[in-house]
């Protein structure tokens, strides 16, 4: 029972470069998320997926784009990476889009921009 | 911009003291979740409130609602360094499908 699974752990590119984070879960949850965690800002929502075939956009999407691959997978890909985007990369998932049920979350994607 | 704010953002305690972090909306709330993040770790689902004026314990953790749903509490009576980690409560403003996450409270032990 692995729950929510992020590949990989960890990543380090160059300005520009693009890069796809892999997020699945076994749980048969109905909802996604992709969250980035920086220092003192808490976790900030990119963009959601509440049901299979529909992704919306979260507080901080700008350059960002995610795919929504089948009710298990989540993907999220950086096009041209920049600097800013440095920062613990979290895929979560939740049971549906009702928001009382917990987020359940992987162990994230280290991500380094030089 | 972030509508909901925890303080404070770092505590540190003797072992064996209480400790307390406070979540602050400045709108209503429907629910708020609280999660624990272990250093190096991912966030972890503690417990959830719904009810205005709601109170919850789950052994040294005391979780309390706000009577109008803006404000939410988590105390932990005598610390232990098993408590080591960030608290974050989470909460769905009313009307907004998403969950906002609060700054977050990073506590740490001393032995």
């Known amino acids: 029972n692995a729950g929510v699974t992020q590949t990989p752990k960890f990543q380090v590119l160059k300005t520009g470069q693009s890069m796809t984070l892999q997020c699945a879960q076994d749980?048969?949850?109905?909802?996604m998320y992709w969250y980035r965690q920086d220092p003192g800002m808490g976790l900030r929502l990119i963009y959601y997926?509440?049901?299979?075939?529909?992704?919306d956009k979260g507080e901080v999407p700008n350059g960002y784009n995610v795919s929504r691959l089948n009710k298990r997978e989540f993907s999220l890909r950086l096009e041209s990476a920049a600097p800013s985007q440095t920062s613990v990369y979290f895929c979560?998932?939740?049971?549906?889009?009702?928001?009382?049920?917990?987020?359940?979350f992987g162990d994230g994607t280290r991500l380094s921009i030089l | 911009g972030q509508q909901v704010m925890q303080i404070p953002q770092y505590q540190h305690v003797q072992e064996g003291e209480d400790f307390t972090t406070y979540c602050n909306s400045s709108?209503?709330?429907?629910?708020i979740q609280w999660y624990k993040q272990r250093p190096g770790g991912h966030p972890v689902f503690l417990i959830q409130?719904?009810?205005?004026?709601e109170v919850k314990k789950q052994k040294r953790l005391t979780f309390q609602f706000g009577e109008a749903k803006k404000n939410s509490s988590l105390h932990i009576t005598a610390t232990q360094t098993t408590d080591v980690g960030t608290y974050f409560c989470?909460?769905?403003?009313?009307?907004?499908?998403?969950?906002?996450f609060g700054t977050g409270t990073r506590l740490t032990i001393i032995p």
């Open positions: 749980m048969n949850h109905n909802s």
């Open positions: 997926s509440a049901s299979e075939g529909t992704t």
């Open positions: 709108t209503t709330l429907s629910n």
């Open positions: 409130l719904v009810k205005s004026g």
């Open positions: 979560a998932s939740s049971a549906d889009r009702g928001l009382r049920q917990p987020q359940h």
């Open positions: 989470a909460g769905r403003i009313v009307g907004n499908e998403k969950l906002t």
